[in-house]
T-cell receptor, first 114, second 115 residues
Framework: DVKVTQSSRYLVKRTGEKVFLECVQDMDHENMFWYRQDPGLGLRLIYFSYDVKMKEKGDIPEGYSVSREKKERFSLILESASTNQTSMYLC?????????????FGPGTRLTVL | AQSVAQPEDQVNVAEGNPLTVKCTYSVSGNPYLFWYVQYPNRGLQFLLKYITGDNLVKGSYGFEAEFNKSQTSFHLKKPSALVSDSALYFCAVREVNTGGFKTIFGAGTRLFVKA
């Protein structure tokens, strides 16, 4: 089974702090994604990556950055956390960009910014 | 631009009754369509997908979905609901012809199955 793990299930940070969310997948997937999930808004894509050191902006990249130094790891960085970044963050991976594969999701990190 | 609509925030159904969770989409080319489920305190899980071929797609846990091109719909169905089907369901679409890479998710529909 594909396993996507996220470093924390719950996280509480203060406004202005730099926040790192880590995601690791164990199936050699090329593609990795970061979403945020908010009630009534579904999932919104923040950033994605289809290769090591490659990244593409999603629909809501402002206030976020990402890093993919190794194939299995995709990190989401909140440079200076703000209260409107309080949300559930979901990481996902999929096989490769040429094939239409489903995404495999991690359990999520619920981030609260005070 | 591609989009997905799930017109119902919530669907209530009695155990043993058939269930339908609705989804409509808008793309300029041919769509790839997906359904995902999110159980409480868990990440999303893939249920089924439509790429091409038969309009009726069968997936996990007894779910199926019907692709209707003329109505641009991809409704999720199950003949007999279980209490354990209570969860949040997301429809998603990826556009094919433009070579786009993004998958767009709907806002989600919460399904309550009552015993």
């Amino acid at each position: 089974d594909v396993k996507v793990t996220q470093s924390s299930r719950y996280l509480v940070k203060r406004t202005g702090e730099k926040v790192f969310l880590e995601c690791v997948q164990d199936m050699d997937h090329e593609n990795m994604f970061w979403y945020r999930q908010d009630p009534g808004l579904g999932l919104r894509l923040i950033y994605f990556s289809y290769d090591v050191k490659m990244k593409e902006k999603g629909d809501i990249p402002e206030g976020y950055s990402v890093s993919r130094e190794k194939k299995e790891r995709f990190s989401l960085i909140l440079e200076s956390a703000s209260t409107n970044q309080t949300s559930m963050y979901l990481c996902a991976s999929s096989f490769n960009r040429e094939k239409i594969n489903e995404q495999f999701f991690g359990p999520g990190t619920r981030l609260t910014v005070l | 631009a591609q989009s997905v609509a799930q017109p119902e925030d919530q669907v209530n159904v009695a155990e043993g009754n058939p269930l339908t969770v609705k989804c409509t989409y808008s793309v300029s080319g041919n769509p790839y369509l997906f359904w995902y489920v999110q159980y409480p305190n868990r990440g999303l899980q893939f249920l089924l997908k439509y790429i091409t071929g038969d309009n009726l797609v069968k997936g996990s846990y007894g779910f199926e979905a019907e692709f209707n091109k003329s109505q641009t719909s991809f409704h999720l169905k199950k003949p007999s609901a279980l209490v354990s089907d209570s969860a949040l369901y997301f429809c998603a679409v990826r556009e094919v012809n433009t070579g786009g890479f993004k998958t767009i998710f709907g806002a989600g529909t919460r399904l309550f199955v009552k015993a």
